[in-house]
């Protein structure tokens, strides 16, 4: 019985025997348990602070996301567009180059052109009626330096030549006189000069003694009978209005003699 007994007191002295060391991790748990709570509550606010700051970080990300994709879209719409204008204004480019080759090849075959136009005009000038042959060989001269000229463009060597043609049309439509000096059998001499269009020339001397045409058959200038000198003379008077216009009759086509 006694035996049996043994273990239960040491049992019970044993739990006496600790009962304070007991109290004491008690304690101890309990200041640790704080001390693990307001650690877990620094940790939790700590963490909510990260959180805050991603999601504002995150929001600043996402409004650039959305501003860098709208860029990029109007960028792709810019380079659409340009692309386009880029397209155009090679096709431009090409037409240009085109119609500037074009320009050249019209450019030298208008310059033969001209040239063959300006020889018929100085062949017609040798052939006809040879009134104002000074004026007349000066202008063709000067127009056939200007259409060698590689400073002057076409349209400027093109308005050049149609003046001398249109001089030369004006001369068919209209009545001058000039004065000038001209070869009659051998004798050279200085007279008024009556052009009338491009179909006769008489001529007068200044004292109104001799008068005559230039003969076209012949190709020379020649008298003509005293008895015409009055209708020219009165001819050259009416063409530089010194008398009223009136009708006459002149020997036009006629070959004359003394």
């Given at each position: 019985?006694?035996?049996n007994s043994i273990p239960g007191v040491l049992l019970?002295?044993?739990?006496?025997?600790?009962?304070?060391?007991?109290?004491?991790?008690?304690?101890?748990?309990?200041?640790?348990?704080?001390?693990?709570?307001?650690?877990a509550l620094q940790n939790r606010l700590l963490t909510?602070?990260?959180?805050?700051?991603?999601?504002?970080?995150?929001?600043?990300?996402?409004?650039?996301?959305?501003?860098?994709?709208?860029?990029?879209?109007w960028l792709e719409e810019r380079k659409s567009a340009?692309?386009?204008?880029?397209?155009?204004?090679?096709?431009?480019?090409?037409?240009?180059?085109?119609?500037?080759?074009?320009?050249?090849?019209?450019?030298?075959?208008?310059?033969?052109?001209?040239?063959?136009?300006?020889?018929?005009?100085?062949?017609?000038?040798?052939?006809?009626?040879?009134?104002?042959?000074?004026?007349?060989?000066?202008?063709?001269?000067?127009?056939?330096?200007?259409?060698?000229?590689?400073?002057?463009?076409?349209?400027?060597?093109?308005?050049?030549?149609?003046?001398?043609?249109?001089?030369?049309?004006?001369?068919?439509?209209?009545?001058?006189?000039?004065?000038?000096?001209?070869?009659?059998?051998?004798?050279?001499?200085?007279?008024?000069?009556?052009?009338?269009?491009?179909?006769?020339?008489?001529?007068?001397?200044?004292?109104?003694?001799?008068?005559?045409?230039?003969?076209?058959?012949?190709?020379?200038?020649?008298?003509?009978?005293?008895?015409?000198?009055?209708?020219?003379?009165?001819?050259?008077?009416?063409?530089?209005?010194?008398?009223?216009?009136?009708?006459?009759?002149?020997?036009?086509?006629?070959?004359?003699?003394?």
């Open positions: 019985m006694i035996r019970l002295v044993l739990m006496l025997g600790a009962g304070t060391p007991w109290a004491q991790d008690k304690g101890a748990g309990k200041v640790a348990v704080e001390s693990n709570t307001r650690d909510q602070q990260e959180l805050d700051q991603w999601s504002a970080e995150k929001a600043g990300l996402v409004g650039r996301l959305r501003s860098a994709r709208a860029a990029v879209k340009e692309s386009a204008r880029v397209e155009s204004l090679e096709g431009r480019l090409h037409e240009l180059a085109r119609r500037l080759s074009e320009a050249d090849r019209l450019e030298s075959s208008m310059q033969d052109t001209l040239l063959v136009i300006l020889k018929r005009v100085e062949k017609s000038r040798n052939l006809g009626l040879p009134f104002l042959p000074e004026e007349r060989d000066q202008r063709l001269t000067v127009v056939a330096g200007e259409l060698a000229r590689p400073d002057f463009t076409a349209a400027e060597k093109l308005r050049r030549v149609l003046e001398v043609l249109q001089v030369e049309t004006d001369y068919a439509n209209s009545i001058e006189v000039y004065q000038g000096n001209i070869e009659v059998s051998g004798q050279e001499l200085y007279a008024d000069i009556l052009r009338i269009g491009r179909v006769a020339l008489f001529w007068q001397t200044p004292d109104r003694e001799r008068v005559g045409l230039f003969d076209q058959a012949s190709g020379q200038w020649t008298n003509l009978p005293s008895g015409e000198k009055r209708n020219i003379g009165r001819a050259i008077e009416m063409a530089t209005r010194m008398r009223p216009v009136e009708l006459i009759d002149l020997p036009i086509g006629r070959i004359g003699g003394d």
